[in-house]
């Protein structure tokens, strides 16, 4: 309440209606799995395309895992399913798993020069493991436009290097040194300094020229795709409005931002012995010119003073994930999380899956037992986050029977298995693969959400991407899988490819449905969300008012809609929050208690038509 302590008119604003709530996405997705380049234990940012997925993790090309098993990459596939389908959100964690006695844990990396001691040499590192760090990296010295008027300096800071040359009998130079800009901070003049002496005060003629020396380093990915990152200062203490522009601080270990950490390709640290700009120079350019005084360096024609490239070699994709990189890891002393717990700390996602991780199921035992720990692992990070669904894919090349056998290990309403695997055309190899439903299946998830609305069941959906399945399966055995909760791919003569199965994997009747399992948590999320503002507030007849109201303009909504079945309200949802539902125990205990019930709408999923012979002249 404010205060009136004077006599005067007191304006104030109150309010007359209830809270809004507004309804959760129910599209967004997070996928793990094993990428060719990328983070693998920074908070994932979410990715809106191919393009962006690319840009952090790399492209499609295959992986090689252990000592030489080449593997389709799934998770890039699985990306562009989920996009080309029609998802829209969605959020990487990139699991890595060191090749058994890699000393370099997969990371790529060079030294330049090669001859000398490492404090003399500058050295280049992928910042992340994985092949897609074998990356060419060019770097080239630019000498800019001449930065000296009458006035004196312009557009200088401290630490810049600069070519200075002296104009001779009136013409322009031709040659000049290699030097630095510093600052007097008594004088408040910028000065010239040579990297060997000491402060110089220099008088420049009308033809005498200064131009600030930069390094532009180009990075040329696997897939040929160029990155290039201008205006970089030699010298490694420059600063530019007070964050480190030089070579070493912009690619330095730990970057200025998360978005540089996760898309930045580099680090690159120089040598204990490489102090200043001329001598990182020297490093860089040794093995194509020789930058060893500051005497007679011509200003070339295209202002590219010298350029040398270097080759990173040595990154690898590891051996092949197991459960416990699925899984993942939170250390809390560096605050880093991998694999699934990764996921944890991001509320919006609503559907998850671990395209590929089922690959090889029956080869083995071993490769059985880990794709089981990992199928077992989505399902119970789904249950812990509550409003999250897993999509399970089937192993590759199972027959019917086999897939009976892995479903009935797994009993959860709170995710689904697809079965069989997805043939498609590589457009990387030209080829026809098989790939996991999953990222199909979460695109349809969301083209569906987008296009008609979580309440209805994502099935009868065409898959845009498919050329067929691995398995053509009929009626007869889909009337064997469709029970059991195995939600089959089929194709329809005259009717494409299609999803054909919307059951979670739960033995509870109550929750059969994906698409009920999904409405739920779509309902649960959004008043959770939707009434956060009631924490905290007196709890008394008033607030139960307004929740209830709150609660029932949502619903009310929903109805409207056609998301609930009833032709009235009343028939479709109930809300109570008043003394029926709270015990004095629970007010004295600081507890407000609303029952909410819901009346959904089941999916259509037998359409029968009973059809009889009669006559003209039979009444009906």
Known sequence: MPEYLSPGVYVEEVSFRSKSIEGVSTTTTGFVGPARFGPVDILPDILTSLGDFERTYGDGQQLTFGTGTVVDNFLWHAVRAFFEEGGKRLYISRIFKVKSGDTANGIASAKVPSAGTDAQKIVMTARFPGSGGNVRVKYSLKIGQNILTSAGLKSVGDGDMVWVGKGNAGNPPTTGDFEKIVFDTVSQTYKIKTFAGA??????????????????????????????????????????????????????????????ARTLPLVITAGTSLTNGLLIAQALFSATSVITSNAAIPIPANFTYDSAETLLSGGNDGDRPTSTEYVGTANDTTATKTGLKA???????????????????????????????????LITHTTNMRYRIAVLDSGNGQAVAAVRAMRAQFDSKYAALYYPWVRVLDPITRKEIYLPPSGFVAGIYARNDIERGVIKAPANEVVNTALGFEVNLNKGQQDVLNPE???????????????????TISSDPEWKY???????????????????????????????????????????????????????????????????????????NGRLVCLVGIAPLKPAEFVIFKIGQWTADSKV
Not at 357 to 367: E, H, N, V
Not at 492 to 501: D, I
Not at 548 to 574: H, V
């Open 199 to 260: 402060d110089t005060t220099v008088s420049f003629a009308s033809k005498d020229e200064v131009r600030i020396v930069t390094l532009t380093v180009t990075v040329t990915l696997t897939d040929n795709t160029q990155l290039v990152f201008a205006g970089l200062a030699c010298e490694p203490s420059h600063n530019k409005g007070g964050q480190g522009d030089s070579l070493t601080a912009y690619f330095a270990s730990i970057p200025a931002n998360a978005s540089l």
């Open 343 to 377: 996921f944890e700390d991001l509320e919006d996602i609503s559907i998850v899956a671990a395209p590929g991780s089922t690959f090889g199921y029956d080869s083995g035992a071993t490769q059985q037992a880990d794709s089981t720990a990992t199928i077992n692992a």
């Open 485 to 503: 909760g195995i939600n089959c791919f089929r194709f329809f003569e005259g009717r494409g490819n299609r999803l054909w199965g919307a059951r």
């Open 514 to 588: 994906v698409n009920l399992r999904r409405y739920f948590a779509y309902i649960e999320r959004s008043i959770d969300r939707g009434t956060q503002w009631a924490v905290f507030e007196p709890n008394g007849e008033q607030l139960w008012a307004n929740v209830r109201s709150t609660i029932y303009d949502f619903l009310f909504n929903e109805w409207q809609k056609g998301a609930l079945l009833g032709d009235k309200p009343e028939k479709a949802f109930f809300v109570r929050c008043d003394r029926s539902t709270m015990t004095q125990n629970d007010l004295d």
